[in-house]
T-cell receptor, first 117, second 113 residues
Framework: AQTVTQSQPEMSVQEAETVTLSCTYDTSENNYYLFWYKQPPSRQMILVIRQEAYKQQNATENRFSVNFQKAAKSFSLKISDSQLGDTAMYFCAFMKLEETSGSRLTFGEGTQLTVNP | NAGVTQTPKFQVLKTGQSMTLQCAQDMNHEYMSWYRQDPGMGLRLIHYSVGAGITDQGEVPNGYNVSRSTTEDFPLRLLSAAPSQTSVYFC????????????FGSGTRLTVV
């Protein structure tokens, strides 16, 4: 079974600064996908960024980027120019492709990020 | 385009009562799933479905039933509520195998007393 670990339960950053959230995972699979989801106080789960394991290039989405280290099984999220609206719980998630059944998301425990003015 | 709609948003049950959490999506997604979110544990998969008439168990299926009679709807039934089922429940759907990410509903906060 796959496991996902987020070792930072809480983090804080000053507005306009950069912060990095860490995520490690354990798998013997070679073909999989990784995601970061954001959950603001509204409780809505919002997809932030995704990464295909077979791609070496790190994914970027505006101020959000990842550092994907496949050999180290590490998938960190960097938020640049932090904004107050980035305050949220962030979840790292792993998904392997299943040939005969549905693919499943395995989530980490989450990191609560607070952006301070 | 409503996305994934969950009802109710909040519910309080007494131990032993049964209820159904509703989930509907209007995106013609094949994959639908139910997760529960508990503090410090992230989201855990309860049941999932890869299409109408097909369901399977996830990581924490005990005490829950599902059925998928249509592509749009995927209700979650609590057979006999227990305090351990106090949680926030999320329904999610995806096109194909979810490689582009899942769309989540807004969640149902359930309290069992």
């Amino acid at each position: 079974a796959q496991t996902v670990t987020q070792s930072q339960p809480e983090m804080s950053v000053q507005e306009a600064e950069t912060v990095t959230l860490s995520c490690t995972y354990d798998t013997s699979e070679n073909n999989y996908y990784l995601f970061w989801y954001k959950q603001p106080p509204s409780r809505q789960m919002i997809l932030v960024i995704r990464q295909e394991a077979y791609k070496q290039q790190n994914a970027t989405e505006n101020r959000f980027s990842v550092n994907f280290q496949k050999a180290a099984k590490s998938f960190s999220l960097k938020i640049s120019d932090s904004q107050l609206g980035d305050t949220a719980m962030y979840f790292c998630a792993f998904m392997k492709l299943e040939e005969t059944s549905g693919s499943r998301l395995t989530f980490g425990e989450g990191t609560q990020l607070t952006v301070n003015p | 385009n409503a996305g994934v709609t969950q009802t109710p948003k909040f519910q309080v049950l007494k131990t032993g009562q049964s209820m159904t959490l509703q989930c509907a999506q209007d995106m013609n997604h094949e994959y639908m799933s139910w997760y529960r979110q508990d503090p410090g544990m992230g989201l855990r998969l309860i049941h999932y479905s890869v299409g109408a008439g097909i369901t399977d168990q996830g990581e924490v299926p005990n005490g829950y039933n599902v059925s998928r009679s249509t592509t749009e709807d995927f209700p979650l039934r609590l057979l006999s509520a227990a305090p351990s089922q106090t949680s926030v429940y999320f329904c999610a759907s995806s096109r194909g195998q979810g490689i582009h990410g899942y769309t989540f509903g807004s969640g149902t906060r359930l309290t069992v007393v």
